[in-house]
Every structure is written in structure tokens, then in C-alpha cells.
């Protein structure tokens, strides 16, 4: 409860960028409206659930609007609070895709949501994808309770069993629309005190040591991968994201750190947020979870030192 009341904003930092109580009370208010954008969202998907069998295609038309509405506000509030976003790497493609990401903040979700308007704002004709989140045994789309209470239930290594894959995922493979498939393997967000105790973990099992990232775990990889090659052919392409962000010191130097939540709405400074896009071609990654797990190993071994050029630079 303390590390989410810190990704959060509730816990002071040593070096905090929303030190203005205006901006804190902006930052709070952005938070009160969100709020309320979740709740409309559930009373919408559950009317919308009700309706469906009269008007299957109208009421998930009216949900996906719900859902990209609550984005749309985030991200709106997040530019007009100076926040920068840059796109960097390859270009993605207007088809389905699924996605794997590091995990250094809670703004993470609303950067990769950014990512999915930037990616299709080149061609009006197109539908924003909706992007749906593969975390602690949950597939979701905007943040409800249930995250909270899987989170307290389930420990890092959870995986469904392979008997449910195909029913997990069935409605996002039936789906006529594009669908964005987002997974982060590291599970937990990366911080200073998860990296130290998972340091101690890999050097008594010999993992790789990473600086900037923690292992990845490899269930929830291997649930989708395996899932999507043996039942469905709408998800070919994989990217991997490398998120990082940073704000800019008096001596025009840049800073490297982990916005809050409250930092992106209220911060004092301007915050950049870079993503950095690479494309796989998921029908080349082995469905073998031996393999799997050497190929997930390898591509944060390659972020990690991605990573430490950046910062160093």
C-alpha cells in the first residue's frame, strides 16, 4: 500500500517537482475528475452489458467511447500541465498488435495510450485502437478495484492455466477492431528498493544483474504468445517499448526519474516522456517456453544497456 501511495504522489519525495500548492490542488483536481471518468465508465459498460444482446455492435461502440474518453482526458491534462511526449523507433502499423513494455511508473499506462493516438493521428479515416492491459490475471482497459485486490491475492510468477487462454482472450480475438495487447514482465514497477531486493534473487539463482530494470517474468508472455500462434491469427506483430523519463535542471542538464501520478498533472517543471518503439515479428518468437524465456532474457538484457547509454549520455 506505501509503494502505490508513492506512485501515486501521496508520499513526499526527497525531490519533489510539484512543490506549488496550486499545482498540487490542479494535480488533485485532474484526480477528481478521472475519478469520476472511472465511474462513468462502469455504470456505461454495465449498461452496455445489459443492451448487448439487442445491439451487440452499437453497445460496444458506446464502451469503446467510454474508454478512450478516460484517456483522452488524462492525456489532455498531462500536455496541459507542460508534460512532452516523444516517439522515437519503429513505426507501428494500423493492425492489431501486442505490445511489452518496462515498468517504471504508473504513467507508463497513460504514455502507451498516447503512443496508440500518435501512432494512428497520420490517417483520420482510422479508429483509435483501444488498448487493453494484461496485468495480475486481469485483461483491462481503464482501472477498476479489482486490480488492487488481485495485486494483494497473487505474487509476481502468477500465469494462467494454459485450459483458459483461449476463453481469457476470447472477446479481444473475436474483436472486428484494432486491439492493442499490452504485457509488462517485469510485473512490478521498477524502484530503487524492488531493484535491490530482487539483486539479491538473481545472484542467488545466477540471472543476469540488470541497473535499470528488474527480471522480466515470463508467464504472462507465454500465456499470450502461445495463446495467439496456436488459436489466432489477428495479433502478428509485436513491439517492445522502452519508456523513460526525465525534466530539464537549471544547468540545462537532463534529469532522469519516475514521475508520479500527481507529478504528470501538478508538477512545477515540464516533464518529458520518451517511448522508443522496436518491431519483432511475433511469428518468428518460439512458442516454446524455453526459448521464450532465453528471448525475453536476451531483449532486457538489450533494453538494459539501451538504458544505461541514455543516462549516461
Known amino acids: 500500500m506505501m509503494e502505490l501511495l508513492k506512485h501515486l504522489g501521496l508520499i513526499p519525495e526527497k525531490d519533489p517537482t510539484v512543490t506549488s500548492t496550486m499545482k498540487k490542488l490542479r494535480g488533485l483536481f485532474v484526480w477528481y475528475i478521472l475519478l469520476n471518468t472511472i465511474i462513468l465508465y462502469q455504470v456505461i459498460s454495465v449498461v452496455c452489458s445489459i443492451l448487448c444482446y439487442s445491439f451487440p455492435d452499437a453497445s460496444i461502440n458506446f464502451r469503446r467511447k467510454a474508454c478512450t474518453m478516460f484517456w483522452d482526458v488524462g492525456i489532455y491534462f498531462t500536455i496541459l500541465n507542460g508534460v512532452n511526449y516523444i516517439v522515437t523507433g519503429d513505426l507501428i502499423t494500423s493492425e492489431s498488435a501486442v505490445?511489452?513494455?518496462?515498468?517504471?511508473?504508473?504513467?507508463?499506462?497513460?504514455?502507451?495510450?498516447?503512443?496508440?493516438?500518435?501512432?494512428?493521428?497520420?490517417?483520420?479515416?482510422?479508429?483509435?485502437?483501444?488498448v487493453n492491459?494484461?496485468?495480475?490475471?486481469?485483461?483491462?482497459?481503464?482501472?477498476?478495484i479489482n486490480i488492487l485486490r488481485n495485486m494483494a491475492k497473487c505474487d509476481e510468477n502468477w500465469e494462467l492455466d494454459h485450459s483458459l487462454n483461449e476463453v481469457f482472450f476470447s472477446k479481444l480475438f473475436a474483436s472486428k477492431k484494432v486491439e492493442w495487447l499490452v504485457l509488462f514482465p517485469e510485473v512490478n514497477i521498477f524502484t530503487a528498493e524492488s531493484s535491490a531486493l530482487q539483486k539479491i534473487q538473481c545472484e542467488k539463482f545466477y540471472l543476469p544483474l540488470l541497473k535499470n530494470?528488474?527480471?522480466p517474468r515470463f508467464s504472462s508472455l507465454h500465456n499470450v504468445v502461445s495463446t495467439v500462434k496456436q488459436y489466432n491469427y489477428k495479433f502478428n506483430h509485436l513491439y517492445d517499448l522502452t519508456?523513460?523519463?526525465y525534466k530539464i535542471n537549471n544547468f540545462n542538464e537532463k534529469v532522469y526519474f519516475s514521475p508520479s501520478l500527481l507529478e504528470i498533472f501538478g508538477s512545477d517543471e515540464h516533464i518529458y516522456i520518451n517511448i522508443d518503439v522496436t518491431f519483432k515479428n511475433i511469428t518468428r518468437i518460439s512458442n516454446n517456453r524455453g526459448k521464450l524465456e532465453k528471448w525475453l532474457e536476451k531483449s532486457w538484457i538489450e533494453k538494459d544497456h539501451f538504458l544505461s547509454s541514455i543516462y549516461s549520455s
Open 99 to 130: 505490445f511489452i513494455s518496462n515498468h517504471s511508473s504508473l504513467v507508463d499506462h497513460f504514455a502507451i495510450n498516447y503512443l496508440s493516438r500518435h501512432s494512428f493521428s497520420k490517417n483520420k479515416e482510422l479508429e483509435v485502437p483501444v
Open 133 to 144: 492491459f494484461f496485468t495480475w490475471f486481469l485483461l483491462w482497459k481503464v482501472p477498476n
Open 213 to 215: 530494470l528488474l527480471y
Open 243 to 245: 519508456i523513460y523519463y
